[in-house]
């Protein structure tokens, strides 16, 4: 095995050919089976397609776990005087998250094969390729194999000689994590400032230049050929009976062997950081876990007995998202990684909502205060409250997102914030 | 599988450093030589949004949108169905030309696109990747977000200044660097993650950094005029 | 039209299909508070202030977009609601200056309105505030990014509105702010200066009204503009008996929300000093010497009376009221064959509100133009309300309103009889034999007729010189001296007296104009070719 992020208990599905550079061109993808489900799919109707997909159970995998086939029978049907769209969601952001950037360097035609065919199922004539402008080796090789699909008459007018048309465009971001927002996501399209819109009209109906749009992360669209060739009960054979098929976790912090893992939904977190990733650095501890990215609530080092699937990670009090793993040992300063993760929200916040705007940078000031020891008694009763007051009352969720570490870190590591109010220095604690 | 604490002097940064590629090189994990030079006018208009906007060769009184660049304009305008839509792309190209964006590059795109400047300067101001001011030949930033930063980022980023000398934001004497602290790469298995203009170096720890700037050096000596 | 019932804070509402929370409230009488929201432009839904409580939904609804569903049972006062609002109004303040004291918006200022109301009484940030600055707009507008609450009102104006694109949103986050395209600035948009009338801070301010008066100072009264012949709705805000700022008035049919600047700005002519206060006699000596009113009245009859005229030349303005001309055109009809004629001057563009196209400034450049057409005047002389004066030797001359800058100084000194209705003494009243001070339209009640016929009312706002009436009592007076009519004893009988010249104005009185104005019944008797 070529990968060197690899394990012998993975389930490699989607990560099966990382390592392997030939993958990447048309050929070497064709020779691995590739686009023989698009194909597949050309000799069935979009709706077969949709059902397949539904049947799957297949869940967005950018972090809301959504079930794909039915957003995409939320496409309007019938309506051929109106172009529909399909976004591919790469503008992978969420600190902690690096699955996309994989994929897309790995393995480009799984990525755009799944966009075909979904865009063949949903009856978008245009695929955008959304991807974070940041990603300059993957952009390359995306593009690469867009002009290989091109030149195969797999990608244009009159794909694979079955009627239909299909283009497909690589957009590059520009650096806004805001931009992973579906929404804002369209916004940037459409050349924007990448802020996020209300709902509704939900982009189904009135999407990317107002037109049905259907908005799929990268992980996701990579899932699908496979579905679309073995069908959905061999994809329900993995995870669980609400969370189907393997996920890639993206395992980061003071692991001995950080990368990505797939495995099937509902595998142990304790397993994945001690066994798979070969436990803590150095030989420290464990002191936290955030399961899903920045985003999500902290977990203390004695709640990783947890499967990882949308529902039990969601019983534990807090998210799956982008399945995005980050390990503290026991030297973390609580306070300084809470204050960096929300200096990036201030950071990234596009400041169309007051409560984002003006309490993701305040939170920021507070935690910064706290953590160079100026901090105020009454000051963490303060942070609760904004937090609080930040929750559900803004057009996206960046704001509840900044609350989230806040919140739950000092529900969980409380005494660290005390130990650092009012005094003088900042506490003896290293990064 | 094995986890290599040292890295590889002389090259580090590369994708697959701390980990065992085996047979692979930096050039097959970066998937160099599979893409090859893309032309300049964009290849396949699908795919001619693809290029780099942050290239170590840049003029800033360079003309915007002239041979292969007029044709790479043309490439991506087709592929939206409105002009602004292909607002950021044709953003990155001027970027890419001139290595900023200044009121008249804003300007200039306003205009190809017959779109009002406020708004244009609403949209580039509201990205990160488009700098608003000249930067060094080469643009540095280090990812400081949650998952370097537990790896000891902030110390890469002292060890970035220290080493060319300059102030975040501000360009090397030399002309050379301009470090500054960015938000998640989307690299966090690699920590620290550095973008280098448009290239990732991961795995950075601060002591390789002199080997990172020398390299950069000798790229620079050797190839003056070109990215 | 299909409607919908819902019931809000316990009122049940009914209102049509697809109308949304906020506009729901209002027709229910229940206000929300907002601050993106404006009626006249598209709702982003990003102020946060609107969030009321739907009962069965998760989460606080934006009532700025969220339509009324069927019997949706929507709380405004919930403590859910009030808590939101509570702290989305402390997140306000957390880099607002407070700087109320030295702010020309306080005292009609969104934020201090609604933190007064709801908000907490201490704030919690004790972290230095954001420093953002004054930045000039251009034109007459300057921006403070440290009051500037990011509700982008001004931003959707010039893009939905003006359509200038003037205006953006600039950098992201808490560093945003609005601004212009570096040293562009909104000079080019000639509605601009609406930005500052829907900001709901005092972020936008007009650099003319920079300072000049505290809010609640200020007496507010409707009326309407007189720098075109579109006539905008205004209210006239006025202190000290000077005016200070003129805003729009809503009137949907007429400019909805908006004014252009042009007109915005022409107000000291109001405020002009060096009023006639007193009525004037010439002498034998050549002089013009003051009389009462009681005097130059029972004179003035007298001498009209005995007249034998072979005619009388009216000049009217199209900058006084239908009342003031046309009384006086029933006084000169009284005397003898009247050629009544206005000079009123015009421009060659027309400058459209492009998203409000029914706005904008017409070439006429005077408010009452066609109310005189209407009357039975003729419009005389060029664009710049000069020439055209006619021969008035051996006639009856009343000259109301017009300044007669271009005339000789002897004009009128052949009439048989010369009359001048005046604010201002001239140079070119020297030949008056009578000169009589009158009131502006800043002073009296009034109405002007617009470009389309639409009749609409005005009202005092600011006292008249002590011995300055207005024209239309005149005539009237001078109606009854001559045995011709009744003085009307107020501007509205004036009014219906208009209908004798024209039977269009029959049908109206102020009761009906109302404050949103009234169109002529029969404006094809008016129709007057745009050219002329």
Redesign the interface.
């Known amino acids: 095995m070529a990968y060197p992020y690899a394990h012998e208990k993975e389930t490699r599905v989607l990560t099966a050919h990382f390592g392997e550079p030939d993958a990447r061109t048309l050929e070497g993808w064709t020779k691995r089976g590739g686009y023989a489900a698009l194909r597949k799919a050309l000799d069935m109707s979009p709706d077969d397609v949709i059902e397949v997909v539904k049947s799957s159970g297949l869940r967005g995998r950018g972090g809301a776990g959504f079930p794909t086939g039915v957003k995409w029978s939320f496409m309007p049907k019938g309506d051929a005087r109106k172009p529909h769209y399909l976004l591919i969601n790469a503008d992978e952001s969420e600190p902690g998250a690096f699955k996309d950037r994989e994929l897309c360097r790995w393995t480009p035609h799984q990525m755009l094969e799944g966009a075909l065919i979904g865009a063949w199922a949903i009856g978008a004539a245009h695929v955008y390729v959304y991807m974070r402008g940041e990603f300059f080796e993957p952009a390359q090789i995306v593009a690469k194999a867009i002009e290989e699909i091109y030149a195969a008459r797999i990608a244009g007018p009159d794909i694979m000689g079955s009627g239909v048309s299909i283009d497909v465009t690589l957009h590059l971001g520009a650096g806004a994590y805001i931009c992973g927002e579906e929404t804002a996501l369209m916004n940037s399209l459409e050349g924007r400032r990448g802020q996020p819109r209300i709902k509704p009209p939900f982009p189904a109906a009135a999407g990317a230049f107002g037109q049905p749009t259907t908005i799929n992360n990268v992980e996701t669209l990579c899932a699908v050929p496979h579905i679309v060739s073995r069908g959905g009960d061999w994809y329900r054979s993995f995870g669980t009976e609400k969370s189907p098929g393997t996920k890639l976790f993206n395992m980061s912090g003071h692991l001995v062997r950080r990368g990505n893992f797939e495995f099937p939904l509902g595998f142990s977190l304790r397993e994945l950081i001690y066994d798979v990733c070969g436990g803590i650095r150095d030989g420290r501890t464990l002191k936290a876990v955030i399961p899903g990215g920045s985003s999500v609530p902290i977990l203390h080092a004695d709640e990783i007995d947890i499967a990882l699937d949308y529902e039990s990670v969601a019983r534990a009090g807090t998210m799956l998202g982008t399945a995005s793993v980050i390990v503290m040992d026991d030297r973390t300063n609580m306070v300084k990684q809470v204050r960096r993760i929300v200096e990036f929200y201030a950071h990234e916040s596009c400041g169309q909502c007051t409560p984002c705007r003006e309490g993701t940078s305040w939170l920021a000031r507070i935690l910064r205060r706290i953590e160079t020891g100026h901090g105020r008694p009454d000051d963490i009763e303060t942070l609760i409250s904004l937090g609080r007051n930040m929750v559900g009352t803004t057009i996206c969720v960046l704001s509840d997102s900044a609350a989230a570490p806040i919140l739950s870190s000092i529900e969980k590591f409380r005494d660290e914030y005390d130990a650092l109010i009012g005094t003088a220095e900042p506490a003896a604690a290293a990064v | 599988?094995s986890?290599k604490t040292t890295p590889i002097r002389g090259n580090p940064g590369w994708a697959?450093e701390?980990?065992?590629?085996?047979?692979?090189t930096e050039a097959?994990?970066?998937?160099v030589a599979?893409?090859?030079k893309?032309p300049v006018a964009g290849?396949?208009?699908?795919?001619s949004?693809?290029y780099?906007?942050q290239l170590a060769d840049k003029h800033p009184d360079a003309v915007l949108f002239e041979g292969p660049y007029a044709e790479r304009l043309e490439k991506m305008r087709s592929?939206?169905?409105?002009s602004?839509?292909?607002?950021?792309?044709v953003?990155?190209l001027a970027q890419e030309v001139r290595g900023h964006l200044s009121?008249e590059a804003?300007?200039s795109v306003?205009e190809v696109?017959d779109?009002?400047?406020?708004?244009?300067?609403?949209?580039a101001?509201?990205?990160?990747?488009?700098n608003k001011r000249a930067v060094g030949r080469y643009l540095i930033q280090v990812c400081?977000?949650?998952?370097c930063?537990?790896?000891?980022a902030d110390d890469v980023v002292a060890a970035f200044l220290e080493a060319t000398g300059c102030e975040p934001g501000e360009i090397s004497g030399d002309g050379l660097f301009t470090v500054i602290e960015a938000?998640?790469?989307?690299?966090?298995?690699?920590?620290t993650a550095v973008?280098i203009n448009?290239?990732?170096f991961e795995n950075v720890s601060a002591g390789d950094v002199p080997d990172i700037l020398d390299r950069l050096r000798h790229e620079a000596a050797i190839a003056p005029g070109a990215g | 039209m299909e409607t919908v019932n819902c019931t809000i804070n316990g009122t049940s509402v009914e209102v049509s299909k697809g109308t949304r929370i906020i506009e729901a409230a209002e027709h229910a009488g229940i206000g929300i508070a907002h601050y993106c929201y404006h009626a006249g432009l598209s709702a982003p839904a990003m102020c946060r202030m609107c969030l009321v409580e739907v009962e069965g939904a998760p989460k606080l609804v934006p009532a700025c977009v969220t339509t009324v569903g069927p019997d949706q049972v929507i709380h405004t006062e919930s403590e859910k609601a009030r808590e939101a609002r509570r702290g989305t109004l402390e997140f306000y303040l957390a880099n607002h200056p407070l700087d109320c004291p030295i702010c020309d918006k306080s005292g009609e200022c969104r934020l201090q309105d609604f933190v007064h109301a709801e908000g907490r009484k201490h704030g919690r940030s004790i972290e230095p505030k954001r420093v953002l600055g004054q930045d000039d707009f251009g034109g007459d507008i300057l921006y403070d990014g440290d009051r500037c609450i990011m509700c982008t009102r001004c931003v959707r104006f010039t893009r939905e509105i003006s359509q200038s694109s003037a205006l953006d949103v600039v950098q992201r986050g808490s560093r945003s702010v609005i601004d212009t395209f570096f040293d562009h600035g909104t000079e080019g948009d000639p509605f601009a200066g609406n930005v500052v009338d829907i900001c709901p801070v005092g972020a936008l301010l007009s650099k003319d009204f920079l300072h000049k008066a505290r809010v609640w100072d200020l007496d507010h009264t409707p009326s309407v503009c007189t720098s075109c012949s579109q006539g905008c709705n205004i209210r006239i805000d006025s202190r000290d008996n000077l005016v200070a700022r003129l805003k729009p008035r809503t009137n949907p049919d007429v400019n909805s929300w908006w004014m252009c600047d042009y007109g915005r700005l022409r107000y000291e002519w109001m405020n002009a000093p060096d009023r006639l206060d007193q009525p004037l006699v010439h002498t034998d000596a050549a002089q013009l010497v003051p009389v009462t009113w009681k005097a130059a009245a029972l004179d003035l009859v007298d001498r009209l009376g005995a007249a034998d005229s072979p005619g009388v030349v009216l000049i009217g303005s199209p900058f006084l009221s239908n009342e003031d001309n046309g009384l006086l055109l029933q006084v000169a009809k009284a005397l003898g064959e009247t050629d009544a004629i206005y000079r009123s001057p015009r421009t060659d563009d027309e400058v459209v509100c492009p998203g409000f196209p029914k706005l904008a400034r017409r070439r006429d450049l005077a408010a009452n133009g066609r109310g005189l057409d209407a009357l039975g005047f003729r419009r005389v002389g060029n664009d710049t309300a000069t020439g055209g004066l006619p021969d008035v030797a051996g006639r009856i001359l009343i000259v109301a309103g017009d300044p007669l800058a271009d005339a000789p100084a002897d004009y009128g000194a052949d009439a048989l009889v010369f009359v001048a209705l005046a604010h201002h003494r001239t140079p070119a009243l020297a030949a008056a034999s009578m000169v009589l001070p009158i009131t502006t339209h800043a002073e009296s009640d009034g109405t002007f007729t617009n470009f389309e016929g639409r009749v609409q009312r005005f009202w005092p706002a600011l006292d008249a010189p002590a011995g300055a009436r207005p024209a239309w009592q005149v005539a009237g007076v001078l109606l009854a001296g001559l045995g011709a009519g009744q003085a009307p004893p107020d501007a509205g009988r004036a009014f219906l007296m208009l209908a004798r010249l024209n039977d269009g104005f029959e049908h109206l009185s102020y009761e009906v104009i109302g404050t949103h104005g009234e169109l002529l019944r029969v404006p094809a008797l008016i129709d007057t070719a745009d050219g002329d």
């Open positions: 599988m986890d697959g701390t980990g065992d590629f085996e047979h692979l097959d994990v970066r998937g599979h893409v090859g893309r290849g396949v208009p699908g795919a949004c693809s780099p906007f592929r939206y169905p409105t602004r839509g292909a607002l950021l792309p953003l990155n009121p804003m300007a306003a696109l779109l009002p400047p406020a708004l244009v300067r609403g949209v101001t509201f990205y990160t990747m488009y400081t977000n949650v998952s930063n537990l790896c000891g938000e998640c790469l989307g690299a966090c298995g690699f920590p973008q448009e290239r990732y």
